[in-house]
């Protein structure tokens, strides 16, 4: 099985930028789909962003047109650059992939998805 890995995460000031990644290794994905989802305590699980293995994305309101998913199929990567920061994206951020024929409109369900890596924290202070 893949093993996912996040890095990037950090302690930023609001309006900055970030770039986390989501490397697989064991096998490549560039086949699967690959979603970024964050989470705070107490909180569920919530869905940032989806890359299809066609290249389709697919992002939640609250990012859209403030975070970038994409990936580098030579590197085996995924990454979700993360522009205008704001206090409320302070999180744990998770990658996870789901098979490549998963709907695009179960993509927001954290239960479609396979395999998690073990997240990256981000911190946004206002």
């Known amino acids: 099985q893949v093993q996912l890995v996040e890095s990037g995460g950090g302690l930023v000031q609001a309006g900055a930028s970030l770039r986390l990644s989501c490397a697989a290794s064991?096998?490549?994905?560039?086949?699967?789909?690959v979603g970024w989802f964050r989470q705070t305590p107490g909180k569920e699980r919530e869905f940032v962003a989806a890359?299809?293995?066609?290249?389709?994305?697919h992002y939640a309101d609250s990012v859209k047109g403030r975070f970038t998913i994409s990936r580098d199929y030579s590197k085996n990567t995924v990454y979700l650059q993360m522009n205008s920061l704001k206090a409320e994206d302070t999180a744990v951020y998770y990658c996870?992939?789901?098979?490549?024929?998963?709907?695009?409109?179960?993509?927001?369900?954290?239960?479609?998805?396979?395999?998690w890596g073990q997240g990256t924290r981000v911190t946004v202070s206002s």
């Open positions: 996870a992939e789901t098979r490549p024929f998963t709907l695009a409109t179960t993509l927001p369900n954290p239960t479609v998805y396979d395999n």
């Open positions: 064991g096998r490549t994905f560039s086949s699967y789909t």
């Open positions: 890359i299809v293995w066609t290249g389709d994305t």
